[in-house]
């Protein structure tokens, strides 16, 4: 038994004690999210191409969080069979895991299905949480994993989430992969630090970077309606993608796809797609409406037109 608890607790290691997230830090956060906001434009020109930087499939996934019942979910599932969508992007869906299933037998083959989390090893006894072979077994295909929420209010830290990488990538699921700074980070100029920090622990876990669709998201845009300018973004996805030739290869760093999330809607998600280094999205609350997700999705459009 002391063998089995020790196990557990190595495991555990990658979680903040729950304490520090109590309802005034969450109020905190959602008060930070929503402050006004003081950037300075970036300082670099924009290049004028629109072509993709990386040499992957533009990817638009929708995270649907905590929401929705049978009967919302079931509309939902109609509009996307019923809307048209351009055939070269990789669309991807991560319902709540109790439709997971319900998603899966009912949606077009066109999209694929993702789960919102995986536990960071093989199932047992782990209340309430969820195994990659659980989600491997209902032909789920990809996992979101280091996404702010997780991050800031459930406690998991970089290593964890690191962890959690690796074993659902050796499990033959996908992954999504979050990285993001907080406002006081960004204000503070330590934008960068955060990402390439994120971004190392996600390094120093994984085998390869074959099925990993990096997404950039600013917490301080996440749901609050604010979202990064297309450029401040484009800043962003370049030194990411600099930082995995630097630190990991060149080929890496060029098929890899980062992807942007932070209030991306049908009316900014044209702009954006015309950035050189931006391939893709990663959509909450839009992805909610069927219409508006196809019209994410379509945006690729901006990718073929010539500045």
């Known amino acids: 038994m002391a063998a089995v608890c020790t196990s557990v607790t190595s495991q555990f290691s990658g979680l903040r004690p729950p304490s520090k997230f109590d309802a005034s ?22 290049r004028g191409v629109v072509a993709m930087a990386g040499n992957g499939k533009f990817f638009v996934g929708g995270n649907w969080k905590c929401n929705g019942s049978k009967e919302s979910i079931t509309r939902l599932v109609s509009d996307l069979n019923s809307a048209t969508l351009e055939t070269d992007v990789d669309v991807v869906v991560a319902p709540p895991f109790v439709y997971l299933d319900l998603v899966k037998s009912s949606l077009t083959y066109r999209i694929e299905i993702s789960s919102q989390n995986s536990w960071i090893g093989k199932g047992g006894a782990f209340t309430g949480e969820i195994s990659v072979e659980q989600l491997t077994d209902i032909g789920c295909k990809w996992v979101i994993l280091g996404h702010s929420e997780r991050r800031h209010i459930i406690g998991e830290n970089d290593e964890f989430i690191g962890k959690k990488a690796a074993y659902a990538l ?3 699921l996908r992954v999504i992969a979050c990285i993001g700074e907080l406002l006081e980070e960004r204000e503070a100029g330590n934008t960068f630090d ?3 920090k994120q971004l190392k622990a996600y390094s120093d876990a994984i085998p390869s970077w074959d099925a990993v669709v990096i997404a950039y998201e600013p917490v301080w845009a996440i749901g609050t309606g604010k979202v990064a300018t297309p450029e401040q973004a484009q800043e962003v996805h370049v030194a990411c993608r ?35 280094d931006i391939d893709g999205f990663l959509v909450g609350g839009a992805s909610l409406k069927g219409p508006e997700f196809a019209t994410i999705v379509n945006s690729v459009r901006f990718k073929k037109v010539a500045a």
């Open 25 to 46: 830090t969450n109020r905190s956060f959602l008060q930070l999210a929503n402050s006004q906001l003081r950037f300075s434009a970036s300082s670099k020109p924009c």
């Open 242 to 276: 600099d930082w995995l030739k630097k630190n990991v290869s060149a080929e890496v760093a060029s098929k890899t796809r980062i992807i942007y999330g932070g209030s991306v809607n049908g009316s900014n998600c044209a702009e954006l797609a015309k950035k050189e």
């Open 194 to 196: 955060v990402c390439f």
């Open 170 to 172: 050796s499990q033959g």
